[in-house]
């Protein structure tokens, strides 16, 4: 009776359509770069922290390419590590 | 016996950014270029691009500075050649921070353009541009102060001591 009607998702109409791929496994082009602040960017909060997997939907061999790309970005000052300056 | 495996070593590919003081005169970022070069060469490897990406806002501030010149540059050599290189930077005051980081084990053939690996300094610039505007504005994290204003107002939920930053900046 469970799978009647309730084909996945169906039950809360906004989870469809969130689960996209990554986009970095979708397009070779874009690749995660530490000298490329405007992309990585994206992927930080307000208060410059890293987003999480579950919020970023990337796979886990671009978050960790990620993590290393937004550290190294601050270290040489082109991401904030705090906001509180 | 060390020595012939050590030699037999391909040279890698690395990339430096080392960031100048904003505020130093031609002639210095010329002379630091130089010596940065002269490290590369003594030890034997090889300066494949240099650019002067210029003056640019840090994202947050480094030895008081707000804005720093970024110098990018990439080079074939060796963990010795790096590590002296790093060690010279240290000694230069001007130089306010530098990251090295390896691009490959085993580059291809590399060609080396001469004009390329000139290094061309930028004028430094009298007084500070867009002081106006906060170090997050000038980042865009915020896009307008009343945007900035309704994010300080979630934050105050989870901490209660961040209410005198940014806007006074």
Known sequence: ?85 | MAEAAKAKLPPREYEVIYIVRPDVAKETSERIAQRVAEVVSKNDGTLTLVENWGRRPLAYPIQHQKRGNYIYLTFLGDGALVAELERNLRLIDEVMRFQTVKLSDEPGEVTVDESRIKFEAVEPVEGEENDDLTLEQELGLVANPHARARVEMDDDLDDGYDDDEGDDL
């Open chain 1, 1 to 85: 009776m469970m799978q009647s009607d309730a084909v996945r998702g169906e039950k809360d109409p906004f989870r469809r359509a969130r689960r996209r791929g990554c986009p970095f496994c979708n397009d070779d082009a874009q690749s995660l770069d530490y000298k490329d602040p405007g992309t990585l960017r994206y992927f930080i909060t307000d208060r410059g922290k890293i987003v999480p997997r579950r919020v970023s939907g990337l796979c886990a061999k671009h978050q960790r390419a990620l993590t290393v790309a937004v550290k190294r970005a601050r270290v040489i000052a082109f991401l904030p590590f705090t906001t509180n300056y």
